[in-house]
């Protein structure tokens, strides 16, 4: 597990490159938030989350278990499921949104193009709407 990246995924260079040519400003992995969100835009108060499908449970293939020591990756990935929907708790509290970018969505082209133009969306109408920190 030494191996498995925590920071600058090739996905969040992915989603960092997108939202700075949509000329949308942001922070990486801040720490003083619950969960360090991977990218965080604090003028729309929008934390993004981009998970590893394997690490954080998702239902595709590339989330599924191992063969071997079935006992510990289930309570390892449940317990991440639990810190996962924790962070989003405390998130929501103080007032911020939350998008999830599942890996296997940002894998393909096709699914890739749908997600990035998904966030543009969210993140438009949240610019639109005047959804600014109070």
């Known amino acids: 597990m030494q191996k498995v990246r925590r920071k600058n995924t090739p996905q969040e260079i992915l989603v960092r490159k997108f939202l700075f040519s949509e000329n949308f400003r ?3 992995n801040v720490k003083k ?4 969100p991977d990218i965080v835009l604090p003028k729309y108060k929008v934390a993004i989350f981009i998970h590893g ?3 954080h449970g998702h239902s595709c293939k590339a989330g599924n278990l191992p063969k071997s020591n079935i006992d510990f990756w289930i309570q390892k990935i449940d317990s ?3 810190r996962d929907k924790r962070n989003k708790y405390h998130l929501k509290k103080l007032g911020w949104h939350i998008i999830i970018i599942w890996e296997c969505n940002l894998k393909q082209k096709n699914n890739m193009e749908k997600s990035l ?3 543009s969306e969210k993140l438009q109408f949240y610019k639109a709407n005047n959804y ?3």
């Open 132 to 134: 600014y920190p109070s």
């Open 53 to 55: 499908c394997f690490w």
């Open 80 to 82: 991440n499921k639990k």
């Open 33 to 36: 938030l619950p969960g360090s």
């Open 117 to 119: 133009l998904k966030l």
């Open 26 to 28: 942001f922070r990486n």
